[in-house]
């Protein structure tokens, strides 16, 4: 089945740097696009990035556009978020997602999430 595994996440000081990845497994990775969101404590989940199913395109929220960029590896089935220049209001968990005609039909996968905490 289609499973998705956040890891990277941690506890970094303002200013810092974080690399985020997203294995996927259960689905054919390079056809399909992917995202990534966060979710602060009580607040609604937001998306953050996202990324085409060549990797040849990308968007961002504009609250981290110049300090984070989406990549994917299609050969690993990986999706990364490098994230630099870290801001306290980046903390959040973060969710790699994605979505589209699968063959059961359309769906939409999330992962379990990965803590993001930036703190001194």
């Known amino acids: 089945q289609v499973q998705l595994v956040e890891s990277g996440g941690g506890l970094v000081q303002p200013g810092g740097s974080l690399t985020l990845s997203c294995v996927a497994s259960?689905?054919?990775?390079?056809?399909?696009?992917m995202r990534w969101y966060h979710q602060a404590p009580g607040k609604e989940r937001e998306l953050v990035a996202s990324?085409?199913?060549?990797?040849?395109?990308?968007n961002y929220a504009d609250s981290v556009k110049g300090r984070f960029t989406i990549s994917r590896d299609n050969g690993k089935n990986t999706m990364y978020l490098q994230m630099s220049s870290l801001e306290p209001e980046d903390t959040a968990v973060y969710y790699c997602?994605?979505?589209?005609?699968?063959?059961?039909?359309?769906?939409?996968?999330w992962g379990q999430g990965t803590q993001v905490t930036v703190s001194s």
């Open positions: 997602n994605t979505f589209g005609n699968f063959p059961m039909g359309f769906a939409d996968y």
């Open positions: 259960g689905f054919t990775f390079s056809n399909y696009p």
């Open positions: 990324i085409s199913s060549s990797g040849g395109s990308a």
